[in-house]
């Protein structure tokens, strides 16, 4: 796709306090002119629905209000894109059990340590009854946290998709090329086409007009990757920014697609995003992870190709190869939909714990605790309009 | 005016650190409070050398607070632990409209924490009584053992005495009242997260630590009948509104657009995936007012330092769900929830 000329919009003079690219991406008039534009390229006859793959469009849709500013008819469905719920009980349980073992230090993301195992435990609770289990920013960190505890096992918890991979890849050099024989990485790192697929393998069940596409991914693995979703499934898919502009104007481009008859993938994030994403990455990547042949997702089941290992020359560096991990699968607790809602079956208010028994304090289910995950994201800043529809009813 | 010098040696303040008989109750004891705590926060009560502090109380009811300062780390841009547990209790009993009168201080000191840190601490917090025109009256020292402490923990109670007029609670906020915010939002938060280990960042932000009663006495005489007060300390705006909308029974509805937020402050929470809404403040105040009441409030506050970019940023409505909602600056709405344990940053 060819780049537009004045992609980036101007500063605006009366917001002397904002910051620089940021704001831009958040200027309401520029909103409620997309908004305008929106409401007057939809055919009312015509239901829209389209799915946002990604946990941060689910999130920068709630946070910004914007569903609010689309017409009715179009319907906004979240997706399974988001590292923390797709994440099956079993994997939190290995780790809690890595946690566990003594003269580990497990060192993990801070979304990981509320998400719930089988019995009620969790990282957090495992921590407070005495495992070591240490919040880190950045794989970095925990590589870090290895260099300064020599006399311990230092056991990084990596989750996440095509976003998080490399860092984590880095690490493991870094790692090798240090010698240390005490750090290792549980590798939880899932990819974004093959999940993709396994939803729209399950049919016409969803409806889907088209996707909003995962920018933060598309940097790093391109845009091509998606064509498959116009050229096999004949639907269009707008990579979009997280940014509140963002998200409508894919929006809009995707209601253009679907008037027009066309199927295609649009690159709304072109200020970072291109066909091919960043080969540099992509060949570190290769070096250290293999596919596993296949991958449980929570939700979604067992999906072939759809998730990565260390490869055997990094072995040393390998958790699973390391510790003695339970590796059993763990069916989620029977009241929560986080599968439904993980597909787009079913939203957060159609579950029936949603609100009640699970809540972003007591979470049943990991769609209520990563911050990017759809209930929570709804029970966050979106439920009071539940209340406003009981009302008129 | 001081202890009986029965000891010899000064106290090494430079290379010196705490040690378990500093809190033994013996001669160690008493030469670290005569040097250092009476040395600083000197005045007629403490003295005294009483286990208590002895002071008739002028008419009106009586306020009391109390706050336990944990704070990591213990020096920060813009302050430390120690002015900090001096304007956080004024604070809380400023926010009833009273004139805070007297502090007492608690120390918990950990075994092995350097004398120079703690001199400097004992300081700044003298200091911060002085010019809150607060004294701290009473006080006690604990020594633990090294690992059962975070170097120093202190702990300050406060009492003040509210004007017979004055009825400032958090339950009066009532539907059309407006919700006022005495300044811009996050400061001390991000300027502690710049610090923090694994996330130190360069940031120009101070705390906005201080003593408030100064501001309160202020909009209190422009406008008696303030409806509610409170300092939006953990848990930052987001927090108080919730708290103030239970204890009232109402609903709050804020605008976004008028949030003051300092682009540094914004961009610190921007790349850390936090929401300033629920970034703590230190010297920051939140007031409800009738709607009427409201400009002349708003003037007071301007007109103070503390209160320079103070901003109407909501009014209360009716709604017995108890929401507290926010029109985002898209024009679209959302809730404003309690927050849910701590805020963690984002994976991606």
């Not at chain 1, 070096?287 to 490869?311: D, H, N, T, V, Y």
């Not at chain 2, 120390?107 to 607060?134: C, N, T, W």
């Not at chain 2, 006690?140 to 053992?145: A, I, L, M, R």
């Amino acid at each position: 796709m060819k780049k537009k000329q004045g992609q980036r919009p101007r500063q605006h003079e009366e917001q002397p306090m904002g910051i620089p690219y940021v704001d831009e991406f958040r200027d309401g008039r520029l909103a409620r002119k997309i908004a305008a534009a929106i409401a007057a390229a939809v055919r009312p006859a015509r239901q829209y629905r389209f799915m946002e793959f990604c946990g941060g469009h689910t999130h920068a849709i709630y946070r910004y209000g914007l569903e609010d500013l689309l017409p009715a008819n179009i319907q906004m469905i979240h997706g399974p894109g988001c590292p923390v719920c797709v994440l099956p009980m079993g994997r939190i349980d290995d780790a809690i059990a890595l946690a566990r073992t003594p003269g580990v230090i497990l060192a993990s993301y801070a979304d990981m340590l509320r998400v719930p195992g089988s019995n009620g435990t969790s990282l957090m609770k495992a921590r407070a009854a005495g495992a070591d289990v240490r919040m880190v920013y950045s794989a970095s960190d925990a590589l870090q946290l290895a260099v300064a505890h020599p006399d311990r096992q230092v056991v990084f918890f990596a989750i996440g998709f095509e976003t998080t991979t490399p860092p984590t890849a880095v690490v493991i050099r870094e790692a090798a090329r240090l010698d240390l024989d005490n750090f290792s990485v549980f590798c939880n790192h899932v990819l974004t086409p093959p999940a993709m697929r396994a939803i729209l393998e399950t049919g016409d069940e969803l409806g889907l007009d088209g996707f909003v596409g995962p920018s933060h991914v598309s940097a790093v693995i391109g845009t091509r990757p998606y064509d498959f979703v116009a050229a096999d499934y004949r639907r269009p898919v707008v990579i979009s920014g997280f940014e509140p502009l963002d998200v409508l104007q894919s929006v809009l481009m995707l209601v253009r697609q679907v008037n027009d008859g066309r199927v295609e993938v649009e690159n709304e994030f072109s200020r970072a995003v291109d066909a091919e994403g960043n080969r540099k990455a992509q060949a570190l990547m290769t070096e250290l992870f293999e596919l596993r042949p296949s991958f449980e997702w929570r939700g979604l089941g067992q999906i072939p190709a759809s998730a990565l290992r260390i490869r055997a020359a990094y072995a040393a560096f390998d958790a699973e190869q390391r510790f003695p991990v339970p590796a059993q699968a763990v069916p989620d607790h029977k009241a929560c939909e986080c599968g439904a809602i993980l597909r787009g079956v079913k939203r957060p208010r159609d579950c029936k714990v949603f609100g009640t028994a699970c809540t972003p304090d007591q979470p049943i289910g990991a769609c209520m605790v990563s911050s990017e995950g759809a209930c929570a994201a709804y029970y966050n800043y979106g439920r009071f309009k539940d209340v406003a529809v009981a009302g008129q009813a | 005016m001081s202890a009986a010098k029965d000891y010899i040696r000064p106290i090494d303040f430079k290379r010196g650190r705490v040690d378990l008989t500093h809190g033994s109750g013996g001669r160690a004891m008493a030469q670290l409070i005569d040097e250092l705590f009476l040395a600083a926060f000197d005045n007629d009560w403490l003295r005294q050398l009483n286990d208590q502090a002895c002071f008739s109380v002028p008419a009106g009811r009586l306020v009391m607070a109390t706050d336990s300062h944990v704070v990591s780390p213990l020096f920060f841009p813009g302050g430390d632990i120690g002015c900090l547990a001096v304007h956080g209790t004024v604070n809380d009993v400023a926010m009833a409209g009273a004139k805070p009168l007297y502090l007492s201080a608690g120390f918990i000191l950990e075994e092995g924490f350097p004398l120079s840190d703690l001199k400097r601490i004992v300081e700044s917090m003298a200091a911060a009584a002085r010019q809150a025109g607060v004294p701290i009256v009473t006080g006690d020292t604990k020594v633990v053992e090294q690992g059962k402490g975070d170097g120093v923990f202190i702990t300050t109670t406060g009492i003040g005495v509210v004007p017979a007029d004055v009825r400032v609670s958090g339950d009066r906020a009532r539907p059309g009242d407006k919700i006022l915010l005495s300044g811009t939002l996050g400061d001390h938060g991000v300027a502690i997260m710049s610090l923090r280990e694994n996330l130190s960042f360069g940031t120009s932000i101070a705390s906005d630590t201080a003593a408030l009663h100064e501001l309160v006495a202020a909009m209190l005489a422009a406008v008696p009948d303030i409806h509610c007060l409170r300092d939006p300390t953990r848990g930052g705006l987001g927090a108080t509104l919730n708290e103030l909308a239970r204890q009232s029974g109402v609903g709050m509805h804020i605008d976004e657009a008028a949030l003051p937020i300092r682009t540094e402050v914004a961009a610190a929470c921007e790349f850390l995936g936090l929401d300033p809404l629920y970034v703590a403040n230190e010297g920051k105040l939140v007031a409800i007012c009738a709607p009427e009441d409201a400009d002349r409030l708003l003037a007071a506050m301007r007109a103070h330092p503390l209160g320079r970019e103070a901003a109407v940023i909501g009014e209360v409505r009716a709604d017995p769900h108890h929401f507290v909602q926010m029109t985002t600056s898209f024009g679209g709405s959302r809730i404003v929830d309690w927050l849910s344990g701590e805020q963690l940053p984002r994976i991606c």
